[in-house]
């Protein structure tokens, strides 16, 4: 439900400072980053990350479609270093609300999304909820109802290796993470991962906001919660990329997941697993660029 991108960040004169430098951002953001061609016929890209990602995570979609369109990527409530923690807000997912809150003060009526695991069924509510406000839609690592019950029991094990303090060993966590997230033959190349995987996350992320987060995650895979994969559907033009190692979400299951998208193209990526961002590389971004380009 996450990527690491171990490439380093290198904003580009088209990158703009940080939004949240203004009073009038949104005040649960953080990190928003404008880049791109501001003038172009394609409607704006929102990139929205996985549980564990970071911005830096789209470096390489970025530089890919900037040219193309002006491209916005931000960290979601309780990412990010400076989350200590939060009540969360009753009622739907919380990253649908802020995400509105976002389009509005950039005063963006429709856009492309584009989410990796968490981000994807960020998006995907987003685009049950406010069809009109999307263009396009691409889902990466997508959720699905069918093994939601199964999604709860994994957070609760993930709840409960997360450190106590920001002084705390990640290791742990990073070991019950990523058997799930990442595929089998990825970790077998990368025998020290898990430890460097663990020193990206106490960087990025403290205890407190990926706590919460989980508990959002926990929340939307109720089953009362996700009623609506029974009885809506968008007819966006969407494109699923999942890989078939992912452990999380079984290629097996994903038709119901798809069928709220009656126009999704699905791609199931070799070799790779759930972080498809970062094990799909220059494929899934070529996939994901033709389809957006393709209007």
């Given amino acids: 439900m996450n990527s690491f991108n171990s490439r380093p960040f290198e904003p580009s004169s088209t990158v703009a400072s940080p939004l949240d430098t203004l009073d009038a951002m949104p005040a649960l953001l953080s990190n928003v980053r404008i880049s791109g061609d501001h003038d172009s016929d394609v409607a704006p890209v929102v990139l929205v990350n ?3 990602q970071t911005t830096q995570g789209w470096t390489g979609l970025i530089d890919i479609l900037k040219p193309f369109a002006r491209v916005i990527s931000y960290d979601l409530r309780f990412q990010g270093p400076n989350w200590t923690a939060d009540e ?51 889902l990466l690592a997508a959720h699905s109802p069918v093994v939601a019950e199964r999604y709860r029991m994994i957070i609760n094990t993930w709840q409960q290796v997360l450190p106590d303090s920001e002084q705390g060993d990640w ?15 990825y970790l077998a190349a990368r025998p020290s991962f898990p430890q460097a995987y663990a020193k990206h996350i106490a960087a990025a992320h403290r205890p407190a906001g990926v706590r919460a987060n989980l508990r959002v995650l926990h929340r939307v895979h109720d089953r009362e919660r996700l009623s609506y994969y029974e009885s809506e559907e968008s007819m966006v033009p969407a494109l699923v990329i999942n890989g078939e190692d992912d452990y999380l979400t079984p290629p097996a299951v994903l038709p119901a997941a798809m ?9 199931l990526l070799p070799n790779c697993g759930h972080a498809v961002t970062e094990e799909g590389g220059y494929e899934a971004e070529r996939r994901i660029t033709d389809f957006l380009l393709d209007q």
């Fill in 50 to 52: 996985g549980l564990l």
């Fill in 88 to 138: 969360l807000p009753e009622g739907e997912n919380c990253h649908v609300s802020d995400l509105v809150e976002l389009l509005d003060f950039l005063k963006i009526e429709r856009a492309i999304l584009v989410g990796q695991s968490f981000g994807a069924r960020i998006a995907l509510d987003f685009a049950l909820r406010h069809p009109g406000r999307v263009e396009r839609l691409v």
């Fill in 171 to 185: 290791f742990p966590f990073a070991q019950a993470v990523c058997p799930w997230v990442f595929g089998a033959k």
């Fill in 259 to 267: 069928r709220v998208l009656p126009r999704a193209t699905l791609i």
